[in-house]
């Protein structure tokens, strides 16, 4: 617990680099007391609205909660929304340096409407298409220009266009040369990409999936998983070791919701985190909290078991408040401080 708290009280010094799909998180609250007449659905009395960053954008908001200095990467639509993410963004005193913009692109904005304390519907506004060659060659250059200033990167691939092949395989190449920490919260499609990063953080389902994937697309059977789905422990077991294998990682943390978490770790040693949640109201952005806090704790010297445990605790904060949320380090080292008996369980 000392050593976790220790690692802890140094994340104000860190610097990192969160590069990905930035998302404006759009919240509607109000109140249901009757059913529309024109169709069966609840008409929800709207009385307020807030916004919050999602997407690469709550991990940036995750790693500033904690104290440390974060610089967003990514591209935004010339629209309304794009500026009310980049206030939002200011408020939080998130680095925005980054943030290139592509005026025929959507920023990408999910609307949620809340009625009392349950979600009633989701709407999406995005772009899903790549980035122009012009603007990904702004990014790529904006990587190879500042990342003597960060010491870890973080990539935050939701599949909306920012992350693609030759940036990930420029910024895996100069972390590698600068002997920086670089870590991918993965989209299954993309998994062959992220050769030789330091970490990647998969849930159960993106596991299946790009078990599957990489068995389409691998020609030296190098994996040998029965079936595509992972019910056990022991199918996890399998299927996270052969990726960590092949993909050269030095760890992967699979996140399994109230089932706790996973660590792989190149070595071979396994090692199961039971789950720290003692409610969950809401477990939207809890894997944005995961990859911010265990990079986080990487970048201060931490083992990646001892991340893995200080991104637990994170996660169990989180998954217990109302809509994307974020926690800080004294709320982090009091709930160590409260719950050390897991530290050894």
């Not at 609307?111 to 304390?117: K, M």
């Not at 789950?275 to 939207?284: C, G, K, L, R, Y």
Request: hydrophobic letters at 40%.
């Amino acid at each position: 617990m000392k050593k976790l708290k220790n690692i802890i009280s140094r994340f104000n010094k860190a610097k990192i680099l969160v590069i990905g799909d930035l998302i404006l998180d759009e919240y509607i609250w109000g109140q249901v007391e009757r059913i529309s007449p024109e169709a069966p659905v609840p008409v929800v009395w709207a009385d307020r609205r807030t916004y919050v960053p999602g997407g690469a954008a709550n991990v940036a908001s995750n790693i500033r909660g904690l104290d440390a200095k974060v610089c967003l990467l990514g591209a935004v639509g010339s629209d309304a929304n794009a500026k009310t993410l980049l206030s939002e963004l200011k408020k939080r005193g998130i680095g925005t340096a980054g943030i290139f913009v592509e005026p025929k692109r959507h920023t990408t904005v999910k609307t949620r409407v809340i009625a009392g304390h349950q979600q009633m519907v989701r709407v999406d506004w995005e772009h899903t298409h790549a980035l122009t060659a012009k603007l990904n060659s702004g990014i790529i250059s904006f990587i190879r220009r500042n990342l003597d200033n960060f010491d870890a990167v973080i990539i935050e691939d939701y599949g909306k266009g920012v992350v693609n092949s030759s940036l990930l395989e420029e910024v895996i190449r100069l972390s590698h040369k600068d002997k920086k920490v670089v870590t991918v919260d993965p989209k299954e499609e993309n998994f062959q990409y992220y050769r030789g990063v330091t970490s990647i953080t998969p849930n159960r389902k993106e596991l299946e999936n790009a078990i599957r994937n990489l068995r389409i697309k691998d020609k030296t059977n190098s994996f040998h998983v029965h079936d595509d789905r992972l019910d056990t422990d022991k199918d996890i077991d399998l299927a996270a070791s052969q990726i960590v294998k092949y993909l050269n990682l030095g760890s992967m943390l699979v996140t399994l919701g109230e089932n706790g978490m996973r660590l792989f770790e190149k070595s071979g040693r396994t090692t199961h985190i039971p789950t720290v949640a003692q409610e969950v109201f809401d477990v939207s952005g809890a894997g944005d909290t995961v990859i911010a806090t265990f990079t986080l704790s990487l970048s201060c010297d931490a083992t990646s078991l001892e991340a893995a445990h200080i991104a637990n605790f994170a996660a169990g904060i989180v998954v217990s408040k109302l809509g994307t949320a974020v926690t800080s380090r004294k709320e982090l080292s009091e709930r160590i401080a409260l719950d050390k008996w897991m530290l050894s369980a």
